[in-house]
């Protein structure tokens, strides 16, 4: 065994058998927890042949609501990219007053109800809601409309890229961005040249859960939507649609969909992970961003 | 020529820096010594504008540069720590400050090949331009964080503790190299240090510093 292992297989105890029972179970619960799912998902989305599964794609309301979410997520994850770049920039480089308290805001939409996110919304831009009348007046609909269920999953999605950089800023100081000052680099010049390699990881890794997040909220888009088939039904709720008319082989080919736009997400991550890997084994550094 | 005239800066009811009056003599290897908390590290990060003053004004060759940005005092800096790019190779390290001027004063590809290679051969580190950071031992890293400040041809060179987390027998060796390097650019040199015996080895000027004042001899 080698010398380096020995700390954590101390910290379990000495029996072997008790270590395989522990990684049994992880590797078990993972199994019947996560993968199982996804795999009934994929099988039920193709138990009626991959034929039956485009033509319940290609339904109108289905393909309407395959591209709201696509918008949803195209106008979204970008937004929050922007603000968690911000975040981050403005905590881990400046001294202000209420500068922990913005890094605990900032995790709120994990610890509220989505349900409760979308309903603040209504109670905000609802036609009852604090500007209804203002915006009825001036024949503009957030609520049941795009812009209610992007800001409910603005809302939702928020915390997804902040957290991460705002952690790997933090750790990593701002010694390197000092340094690039002194040698005349300007705001941009630091961010792209010094900031943004150094927090790529952590980026992309927000970015991209970030999108998987935001292709698949329900709670919160629920409130906001109205359920207006063809029109402000994302593929979540077009999904529980399907389901509630017992229209059961087309919820899941939407599903399945679904769930597959998600994992190519992680694919990508891991791609790019791998990537990175076999770069910096090579001795030269990560090639995605500097070709940028 | 550094020129610095009532210099304060406190945090809270803390002076950090208190009236500070201190001229450093054009090419002059100047050491700042002084407890830690002293408040020398500090006065170089307000001369290198890194930290802001609260009073007084900082002259650099008849310039005063105490509102200036840190890019533009012609400044170059040596962290305790080196700071070096992480992500970038030595090479590119070094090549920082010329790639970041504005368009129209950067060096062509091979002004700057050529500069660069001539600041790694001057700090003994021909061939290593390839290397990232994490490749070189602590003694290489702080002679490419040397380069890296001195490739922007600065009229100051400000160096923070620069062999603090060196060994012994490196520390010798640096520290006479550059001393060679500062008298043969007559670069003006200011270094913060606590080691007494290696500020004076290395300067031709001692500034004492003690809670935020100047120890007048």
């Known amino acids: ?292 | 020529m550094i020129e610095l005239v009532g210099l304060t800066k406190g945090f809270g009811a803390q002076a950090v820096l208190d009236g500070i009056d201190l001229a450093v003599p054009r090419g002059s290897f100047t050491a700042l010594l002084g407890p830690s908390g002293s408040g020398k590290t500090t006065l170089l990060r307000v001369i290198a504008g890194l930290d802001h003053a609260d009073t007084g004004t900082i002259t650099i060759d008849g310039i005063d540069v105490t509102t200036t940005p840190p890019g533009r005092r012609g400044i170059g800096f040596v962290f305790q720590n080196y700071a070096l790019f992480g992500h970038l190779s030595v090479f590119e390290n070094i090549a920082f400050g010329l790639r970041v001027r504005p368009r129209g004063q950067r060096p062509t590809r091979d002004e700057l090949r050529r500069t660069v290679e001539r600041l790694l051969a001057m700090v003994r580190l021909d061939g290593l331009g390839a290397r990232l950071p994490a490749q070189l031992s602590g003694g290489q890293r702080q002679r490419v964080a040397l380069a890296r400040a001195l490739a922007i041809t600065p009229r100051i060179l400000l160096l923070d503790e620069p062999f603090g987390a060196l060994d012994h027998a490196v520390r010798e060796d640096l520290r006479n190299s550059l001393k060679r390097l500062q008298a043969e650019l007559g670069i003006t040199t200011l270094f913060v240090s606590h080691d007494e015996p290696e500020a004076l080895a290395l300067a031709d000027h001692i500034v004492r510093l003690d809670h935020g004042k100047l120890i007048v001899p």
């Open chain 1, 1 to 292: 065994m080698p010398a380096e292992r020995a700390p954590a297989e101390r910290g379990i105890g000495e029996s072997a058998a008790l270590r395989w029972l522990i990684v049994l179970l992880a590797v078990a619960i993972a199994a019947i927890m996560l993968l199982l799912p996804l795999l009934v998902v994929f099988a039920n989305g193709l138990s009626h042949g991959l034929g039956f599964a485009a033509a319940a794609l290609a339904a109108p309301d289905a393909r309407a609501a395959i591209e709201l979410t696509l918008l949803v997520a195209a106008i979204t994850v970008p937004l929050n990219t922007i603000f968690g770049l911000c975040a981050a920039w403005s905590v881990a480089h400046f001294r202000f007053p209420c500068r922990r308290l913005l890094v605990t805001l900032i995790e709120l939409p994990f610890a509220v109800s989505p349900v409760v996110a979308g309903l603040i919304y209504v109670l905000i831009f609802g036609l009852q809601g604090w500007f209804g009348p203002f915006l009825a007046a001036h024949d503009i609909q957030i609520i049941f409309a795009l812009p209610g269920i992007v800001l409910a999953t603005l809302f939702v999605t928020l915390p997804f890229v902040a957290r991460g950089v705002i952690a790997q800023m933090e750790a990593q100081g701002v010694e390197e961005e000092e340094a690039a000052l002194t040698l005349g680099a300007d705001g941009w010049q630091l961010f792209r040249r010094v900031t943004l390699p150094k927090i790529r990881w952590s980026l992309l890794y927000g970015v991209l859960l970030c999108n998987a997040r935001a292709m698949g909220e329900f709670g919160a888009v629920s409130v906001v939507s109205g359920h207006i088939r063809g029109l402000t039904n994302t593929m979540p709720l077009q999904i529980e649609i399907l389901y509630n008319d017992y229209n059961l082989p087309a919820a899941f080919a939407v599903a399945a969909l679904l769930a597959a736009m998600a994992l190519a997400t992680i694919v990508l991550r891991m791609a790019l992970e791998w990537r990175h890997r076999r770069a910096v084994a090579r001795g030269a550094d990560a090639v995605w961003l500097r070709a940028a």
